[in-house]
């Protein structure tokens, strides 16, 4: 498909576990954003890559939080010891350019942490 | 902190009428857009209309438009002749060029179209 992707689409996890999200942005897009959005809320800011190097990660609740994209392509969000305040939709968007507005939403991934 | 509000939490419309959603932001830049993006309960985010800062002229989008005041620092989305799959979260956000490459959501409306 040509759009972004993320897996799995619903994660469940018991308190402590760790988990990891993963996120395929469009072929060629150049940065790549991840966003938490808590149940009633818009989504909030996690951090964004351009390429490889992930330029800002400033809305990293904790560092139990953790995210990589080692070839400029694939990205991973991982959370360890997982929360309850934790549970939330993770959504994963890239952009074409540097510094692009214009930027593609994935489905998302709905974590609960139980 | 750059920050969007979004005042109505639910809304709702008759099927084929018109409904605006409103939309306030706060910034001390000169150099950003706007955006309404949809969100149906597939929870995939949907751009439906974006407003460059520098433009006068209102966006339109078919049956989607907006009122981007930018003294009041208001922008609003005015959706005519409602549709059923018009039903879903909407929201507003920000984006600032040159600043942090992030979009800045507002809390969301939830627009119900009913038959």
Not at chain 1, 76 to 102: H, M, N, P
Not at chain 2, 55 to 74: C, D, I, L
Request: charged share 20%; aromatic share 12%.
């Amino acid at each position: 498909g040509a759009g972004v992707s993320q897996s799995p689409r619903y994660k469940v996890a018991k308190r402590g576990q760790d988990v990891a999200l993963r996120c395929d942005p469009i072929s060629g897009h150049v940065s790549l954003f991840w966003y938490q959005q808590a149940l009633g809320q818009g989504p909030e800011f996690l951090t964004y890559f351009q390429n490889e190097a992930q330029l800002d990660k400033s809305g990293l609740p904790s560092d139990r939080f953790f995210a990589e994209r080692p070839e400029g392509s694939v990205s991973t969000l991982k959370i360890q010891r997982t929360q309850q305040e934790d549970s939330a939709v993770y959504l994963c968007a890239s952009s074409f350019g540097v510094a692009s507005y214009e930027q593609y939403f994935g489905p998302g991934t709905r974590l609960t942490v139980t | 902190a750059q920050t969007v509000t979004q005042s109505q939490p639910e809304m709702s419309v008759q099927e084929a009428e018109t409904v605006t959603l409103s939309c306030t932001y706060d910034t001390s830049e000169n150099n950003y857009y706007l955006f309404w993006y949809k969100q149906p309960p597939s929870r995939q985010m949907i751009l439906v209309i974006r407003q460059e800062a520098y433009k006068q002229q209102n966006a339109t989008e078919n049956r989607f438009s907006v009122n981007f005041q930018k003294a009041a620092k208001s922008f609003s989305l005015k959706i005519s002749d409602s549709q059923l799959g018009d039903t879903a979260m909407y929201f507003c956000a920000s984006f600032y060029q040159g600043g942090s490459e992030k979009l800045v959501f507002g809390k969301g409306t939830k627009l119900t179209v009913n038959p």
